[in-house]
């Protein structure tokens, strides 16, 4: 009895001190899904979503979107909005994505992506199995080469 009283103190005076506690986890970044730029909706903010997965670089925002949404396994579409820091749509630029497991490297896999206009670029990207990528978009203008990271789940 004395034994489990012990342990039992013991384990209390650890969860007391956060010894126990779970380590915490960074969330993916959520990809929206997006209007197909044959569609009606032109305009980049009809998306309705650049909050949900909208990072900034230096003076640039970007924000990724999926087709299909969540991204699965094969082949996938994924675009890219490109704005400064006002909101205006960046189109003199060359996008490239590299997409990578986080948790299993298959090695370089770059992919240039085509400008739709008003600051939106597409590839068509093929992502080997599900689980954690990564999608670095590489935006290139006047000679300066900036990268935006994105995590997220690949779905089967």
């Given at each position: 009895m004395t034994n489990k009283l012990i342990l039992t103190l013991m384990a209390l005076l650890l969860a007391s001190c956060g010894m126990m506690s779970t380590p915490s986890v960074e969330q993916?970044?959520?990809i929206p899904t997006f209007a197909s730029a044959d569609s009606t909706a032109q305009d980049p903010a009809a998306n309705q979503v650049p909050a949900l997965g909208g990072k900034q670089s230096g003076d640039l925002l970007v924000w990724i979107f999926s087709d299909p949404n969540p991204p699965s396994r094969g082949d996938n579409t994924l675009?890219?909005?490109?704005?400064?820091s006002n909101g205006q749509p960046i189109t003199d630029a060359t996008i490239s994505f590299d997409i990578d497991m986080t948790n299993m490297s298959h090695g370089r896999n770059v992919t240039a992506a085509s400008s739709l206009g008003e600051g939106r670029y597409s590839a068509e990207i093929h992502f080997l199995m599900p689980g954690p990528w990564r999608v670095i978009v590489g935006i290139e203008r006047a000679g300066q080469l900036?990268?935006?990271?994105f995590d997220f789940m690949v779905a089967w």
């Open positions: 993916p970044t959520p675009e890219a909005l490109v704005t400064d900036t990268t935006v990271r």
